[in-house]
């Protein structure tokens, strides 16, 4: 949405911000405060509204925000990978206030499990297959260990496909 509002739940809002908006608990609609936020090049906090504020770099195309501990990691609905940033691509010249919802946890999520998954270049749809039927049942079985592993989270550094995109849909 286009920002044209000057104060966000109690909080002004700068003229020359580009864009805004405010991180809240999506049971309680109370704003979330201390909540990393960055354009990918500049970086601010949400204040105690949880509201944040900052002149966006031209260049920049996506507000993301660092999932506190106390909220679950958010996933869109399709292919379930984490959404930690804004839908679309933004402009230049424009001014968006951009608000996001976390969910919370049942309890502060401090200890967790990384699962790195180096950059596997599946290049067939036969290397695909088998890197769905046993590295990911692999990796499942491990993350299933939830006494040695709590809370188990998987990232992919790379490409999980090599130069096809015939594949994504795999």
Do not use: W
């Amino acid at each position: 949405a286009e920002l044209v509002e000057s104060n966000i739940a109690g909080t002004a809002i700068a003229a020359n911000s580009t864009v805004a908006g405010q991180i809240r608990n999506a049971v309680t609609g109370i704003g979330i405060q201390g909540v990393p936020v960055s354009d990918g090049y500049n970086f601010t906090t949400t204040d105690e509204n949880g509201v944040y504020q900052m002149v966006r770099n031209q260049n920049a195309r996506s507000i993301y925000y660092t999932t506190p501990s106390e909220y679950k990691v958010s996933l869109e609905a399709k292919q379930h990978a984490p959404s930690f940033y804004s839908e679309g691509t933004l402009s230049a010249g424009k001014k968006y206030r951009i608000d996001f919802e976390l969910e919370p946890l049942d309890k502060v999520e401090d200890k967790f499990t990384l699962i790195m998954i180096g950059d596997p270049q599946c290049g067939s749809v036969t290397e695909a297959n088998r890197y769905v039927k046993e590295t990911v049942a692999d990796i499942k079985a491990f993350a299933g260990q939830a006494s040695r592993f709590p809370n188990p989270y998987a990232v992919t550094l790379g490409d999980i496909t090599f130069d096809s995109k015939s594949m994504f849909s795999i």
